[in-house]
């Protein structure tokens, strides 16, 4: 009988923030078994700012002179509180099931330890639970350094550990369920007309994050291009449906979505283009045309056009620009490789 198939589900803390979402998470993982695929869950601390284990609620509670491996400590827990009430809920469902935490699990990292990046990952002990019929579930956005000491992630850092482990076990792609049902060429906050964007390649995945789009880390997308692993992103909600795929393919020279930053009552708004490749001026002419305001700084680069407006100006501009660029036909968007695979 052929092996079972490895697979890595990581989920965000928006779906781990409910008994209702566990159960789902249980389905899933029971139905990938069924079909003969081994997962192993990574996952983020619990729900948003205010929620009782969310990051930025436990941050709250440190007091900024309590020694860095306090921080570290108090940092992860609501990680390592999020694997354990998954993995319960998995046993409560009949499935055999181990909560990790980032060192555990072989997550070996070098840099500071509150900003931390993923060295490599040893598989050993994960190999050794998955040949025991263990299903992991892994504490994100954590490892140790060389020393043994725990270390954090950057923000998002949850993201590579799921496909960092992806790609020390081979894995045959990696899930990562988060609140909205994949990768947009906005953020939907801001822009009610935002569609999701079905495919994109490495490349262009890894320009999106890096310039700000925060559904995927730039991290996670460097692990997985380097062992070939194709990217799932998608909503616990609508797992079946609509998604975001990425994978192997030459990056297109077509606008793939807007990001923006906001300081201090400016913000700095991006379109971001899949290929490394200066914006003529004609185009540059044509989006500042389209904006309903002359109180901006424009600054090109290399796939990429940064507009600085005024904070007040954010969202008309957002609206403005993506109705020029992306609200036309889909099929402009589709992937050459995902074409080829028949979507």
């Not at 009988?1 to 249980?26: C, N, Y």
């Not at 694997?83 to 070996?108: M, P, Y």
């Not at 490599?120 to 998955?130: A, E, F, G, H, M």
């Not at 620009?321 to 490789?337: G, M």
Request: hydrophobic share 40%; glycine share 8%.
């Amino acid at each position: 009988m052929k092996p079972l198939r490895r697979r890595v589900l990581k989920f965000g803390g928006t779906s781990l923030d409910s008994e209702e979402k566990h159960r789902q998470i249980a389905a899933l993982v029971r139905k990938a078994l069924l079909d003969r695929i081994h997962p192993l869950l990574v996952v983020s601390a619990p729900g948003r700012r205010g929620a009782p284990y969310a990051t930025d609620t436990l941050l709250q509670f440190i007091h900024r002179d309590l020694p860095e491996a306090n921080h570290v400590l108090g940092t992860s827990l609501g990680e390592i509180i999020s694997s354990l009430q998954v993995a319960s809920s998995l046993r409560e469902n009949g499935i055999r099931s181990i909560a990790l935490t980032g060192k555990e699990a072989g997550i070996q990292t070098v840099g500071s330890c509150k900003n931390a990046v993923i060295r490599q990952v040893d598989p050993s002990y994960l190999n050794t639970l998955l040949q025991e019929g263990w299903v992991p579930v892994i504490a994100g956005f954590q490892g140790a350094d060389s020393y043994g000491t725990r270390t954090l992630l950057s923000r998002g850092g949850s993201d590579a550990t799921a496909t960092a482990i992806a790609a020390a076990l081979a894995a045959d792609r990696v899930e990562i369920y988060t609140d909205v049902p994949g990768i947009m060429t906005a953020d939907p906050r801001r822009v009610q007309q935002a569609r999701i964007i079905p495919s994109l390649v490495y490349e262009e995945a890894h320009r999106l994050a890096s310039r700000g789009a925060k559904v995927i880390h730039p991290e996670a997308v460097r692990w997985a291009a380097s062992r070939s692993i194709p990217l799932h992103i998608m909503s616990l909600q609508t797992a079946s449906a609509d998604k975001t795929l990425i994978m192997e393919g030459a990056p297109r020279f077509i606008p793939l979505g807007l990001t923006y930053r906001e300081e201090k009552g400016w913000s700095t708004m991006t379109v971001v283009y899949g290929a490394s490749q200066p914006v003529s001026a004609e185009t540059i002419r044509t989006i500042v045309d389209a904006v309903p305001s002359r109180n901006l700084e424009i600054r090109q680069g290399e796939g990429s056009i940064d507009i600085r407006i005024p904070s007040v100006l954010l969202s008309s501009v957002l609206c403005s620009i993506h109705q020029l660029l992306f609200e036309r036909e889909e099929e402009k968007y589709v992937s050459p490789a995902m074409a080829e695979k028949g979507g």
